[in-house]
């Protein structure tokens, strides 16, 4: 596919004062590429102009060594294979806000997000997810609401030493289930949430965070399966997460071409994961890849 955006050429500029315009010129680009499904979301066009900001920002801190660009450029590729997938929208939405997360927590660019970190705590508000889970002496309440596509997480922790912040965020999809573990067995929790979106794909994400030597929270980096293509073959949603002892799992079925969305027939791929520190956060790296017939 063409690929035309400003990103693409490594170059950020000036984000359009108005709202329904991408980073990147809609007259440009033909209608059945990549950015001609972009320019027919507000959504996308949105979020585009949102990573393109970061992204600037991002430039703008890397150092001379530093493979940003390159990166960049290997997104878009990613971004791009959305075409794959069941809901083309839906799957990149996921993608973007995947980056965007990760260009924020690489370069510390977090107090730059226009998502409110602090939550809202309305007793009024109805919470469809609501469980509260603890471990090694610390406590996470779990809110979401579900009433739309778009829904509001809330997470309460306490018995951290020194921030016990309540932590309120966005998601595209709904809470399915959510589990405390300490995957790398440093005597602090992580609380792992796992989120559905919605329509047919069921495209999983993950949302963690991790308590650093029990007195605060880090955000927890999950890799979005598009950035590696030979796990991707055949993934068209429909995750599950899961802990298991040690390890984080996630599995998927597989989709033969033609597939329909009801039935795939390409069996079951089966991907672990282990907790290792990151350059700004915590990652989960994969370690091991199984596929089930």
Known sequence: MEIRSILSAGLVLSVAAFANHPSFDCSKVKKDS??????SSD??????????????????????DDRLKAEQRGW??????????KDEKQCMIGEYKVRIKELKEKYQLSGDSSTAKHANTDSGTKYAFDKTLKL???????????????NQLVITPSGLKEVNRVIGQEI????????????????????YIYVTSAGSGSYGTLVAYSANNKKSLSEIYLPPIGQN?????????HDEFSIA????????????????????KGGTRQLEYKLVPGEATWQLKLVKSTTFK
């Open 245 to 264: 002892e040690n390890t984080f799992v996630r599995r998927f079925p597989l989709y033969l071409k033609n597939d329909p969305n009801c039935c795939p």
């Open 229 to 237: 293509k030979k796990m991707a073959q055949g993934y068209m949603g």
């Open 43 to 64: 959504k996308l066009m949105d979020i585009d102009r949102e990573l393109a900001s970061v992204y600037k920002k991002a430039l703008a801190k890397a150092s001379k």
């Open 76 to 85: 878009i590729k990613g971004r791009n294979d959305c075409w794959k997938a």
């Open 136 to 150: 090694e002496g610390i406590t996470f309440h779990v809110q979401a609401t579900d009433s739309s596509s778009l």
């Open 172 to 191: 595209d999809g709904s809470v399915t289930g959510a589990e405390v573990a300490d995957l790398n067995g440093d005597g602090s929790p992580e609380i």
């Open 34 to 39: 990549s950015e001609g499904v972009i320019c």
